[in-house]
């Protein structure tokens, strides 16, 4: 919170008033016995007409004098500070409203009603979830700051020098303009510089503390197969670098804003990786950050309720695919089902019934539920038609001065019309239901087929889908005639790291009913296990079951 400023209006300081006052607290002996809430009323000479447009100068501080009582100034420390740039929040947000509601009781107010923006509404399509006053916005920053820390900013760093002991840094992001939020770190940083060449080099550098610099290569590869992937996909970088930035424990864990991304000194920085088969989540989170430079600074969700599948969801996707052309399809299984089983632990213990991904709510259902979904969702229908109809998405919606902008309604619709009538059941059951499945292998015999290395498997599957009821239970989907993909595994290999590298040497799709089936499947080498779903994007209530070893001693030994 600023601690002072002030706004001009061509070089004449603006008057204002303070329509809020509130009493001092019970312990605060020594502040007035009324005072000024932060709330301003700032009134122009000439109203402006719609159209004009008015250059502010706003000069604020932010200072601490003495200690307070509890934690305060974690954002600026004397190695390690991240400032949101000294501006005032401006018009009116509800957000500052009395919330508690004993306070709005004993002040004569009625209970606050939290209500969530229709995606029809006006005010849902015309904001952006940035905030109501947020747009794209040219973005010039001359910083200074002591004579051994780096500033880094968002955009290209035009200039650097020295004078009278501080270092001063100018960045300006004006071609494109960029979408809030925006922010400065300052701190005592070793740099590493890298860069991946798509149609021109595009700059990586990474900052942070020299004493936690053990995961940086996981973070650069992160950024070099996420920009080929996203670049080569979804049409050209527009931005001319892309930063990590390294910042205090005393805030967010991480986060994103155009050009420079930044995980705290608790997350990442130092994990020990002792196991060549632990996820590597550092990658992971690098293609995630570098897919919201397309999926929430070139196209920026509105602020109605679900927009934010499109910056998290897709941003999962498209990590979904990263690691599974770094890792092998055959991999993949054991980071979808990692994420599976905390999906599974966390919707029995929300607070608010869950939803459909189409008005998702909460981090479970817009993040790592969509991603996995779209994953499904490319497996249908093939690689080409969810690029192409990504893609469309993505011009249509990019750099968007104004309204309306992108939400959830409109990603569905693009997906619709890529996706074959025959398969837009899956859309409905994903975007518009809440549904789950309880599938299981329940035996399976292997025999030769008398060809060398080849082999019959005869396996028995249970087939259940449920949908979530709006009394919160489930119902049987008793019709249900799905597509199935049925998967066989082979051993293993080990990668030059000593990573496990699963093959799945046999996958074919089915269309199946409720009940058991009896399956077979011919396949060329020596199999190690079948598997429902071996991409695991069918949310299954125990995927676990999902996947049954060959069980040799059963079997004639070949």
């Known amino acids: 919170m600023l601690t002072s400023y002030s706004m001009s209006l061509n070089g004449k300081t603006m008057s204002y008033t303070c329509p809020l006052l509130y009493k001092r607290g019970l312990f605060s002996w020594f502040r007035p016995q009324k005072d000024t809430a932060a709330f301003r009323l700032y009134t122009f000479d000439k109203p402006l007409a719609p159209g004009d447009s008015a250059i502010l100068h706003i000069r604020s501080s932010i200072v601490f004098k003495g200690f307070q009582n509890g934690f305060y100034a974690g954002s600026m420390l004397n190695n ?20 508690s509601p004993y306070e709005r009781k004993k002040a004569g107010l009625p209970p606050k009603i939290h209500e969530e923006i229709a995606q029809n509404a006006p005010k849902g399509l ?22 051994d820390q780096i500033a880094v900013a968002n955009g290209d760093l035009i200039k650097q020098w020295k004078t009278n002991g501080r270092n001063y840094f100018h960045y300006v992001q004006n071609n494109p303009e960029m979408y809030m939020p925006f922010g400065i770190f300052s701190a005592k940083y070793a740099v590493r510089r890298d860069s991946v060449m798509l149609d021109r080099p595009i700059p990586i ?19 070099k197969d996420g920009l080929k992937y996203m670049d080569k996909t979804y049409g050209h970088y527009p931005f001319n670098q892309i930063r990590m930035v390294q910042c205090s424990p005393y805030g967010p864990e991480e986060g994103s804003s155009t050009t420079v991304d930044f995980h705290n000194e608790l997350s990442a920085w130092n994990a020990n990786f002792t196991d060549p088969n632990q996820i590597d989540y550092l990658y992971n989170n690098a293609v995630f950050n570098t897919a919201q430079h397309w999926w929430r600074f070139q196209v920026a969700p509105n602020s109605a309720v679900g927009s934010l599948v499109i910056p998290e969801g897709i941003s999962c996707y498209d990590a979904l695919v990263v690691n599974e052309q770094r890792y092998g399809r055959g991999t993949l299984r054991n980071n979808i089902i990692s994420s599976l089983w905390y999906y599974l632990f966390i919707r029995s213990h929300l607070d608010e019934q869950e939803r459909a991904i189409i008005k998702a709510n909460q981090s479970v259902e817009w993040g790592f539920k969509t991603g996995t979904v779209l994953y499904g969702l490319r497996e249908l229908i093939g690689q ?12 249509a919606y990019a750099f968007k001065q104004s309204g309306p902008f992108a939400g959830a309604r409109d990603l569905y619709k693009v997906l619709q019309k890529y996706t074959p009538d025959s398969l837009q059941y899956y859309l409905n059951d994903t975007w518009q239901k809440i549904t789950i499945y309880d599938n299981k292998v329940l035996s399976n015999h292997v025999k030769s087929t008398g060809h060398p290395n080849e082999y019959e498997i005869s396996f028995t599957v249970h087939m259940s889908k449920s949908w979530l009821a709006a009394d919160g239970k489930e119902t049987s989907a008793l019709n249900m005639n799905d597509y199935f993909d049925v998967g066989v595994y082979g051993s293993d290999t080990k990668a030059k790291d000593g990573r496990t590298i699963g093959h799945i040497i046999k996958q074919q799709r089915f269309k199946l009913t409720t009940g058991d089936h009896d399956l077979r499947l011919i396949v060329q080498g020596k199999p ?7 991409q695991a994007y069918q949310i299954d209530h125990n995927p676990n079951d999902n996947w049954q070893d060959i069980n040799w001693q059963k079997n004639p030994r070949y």
């Open 528 to 534: 190690k296990a079948v598997v429902l779903d071996p």
């Open 80 to 99: 390690g500070t991240f400032f949101k740039g000294g501006l005032p929040n401006l018009g009116y947000d509800d957000d500052d409203e009395l919330s």
């Open 126 to 147: 015309f904001n952006l979830k940035a905030g109501a006053v947020i747009d794209m916005l040219a973005l010039d920053i001359t910083v200074s700051t002591d004579g």
């Open 384 to 395: 080409e038609r969810m690029n192409q109809a990504l893609s469309e998405f993505k011009n």
């Open 205 to 223: 550098e990474i900052y942070y503390n020299p004493a936690q610099g053990t995961n940086i290569d996981r973070f650069v590869r992160g950024y």
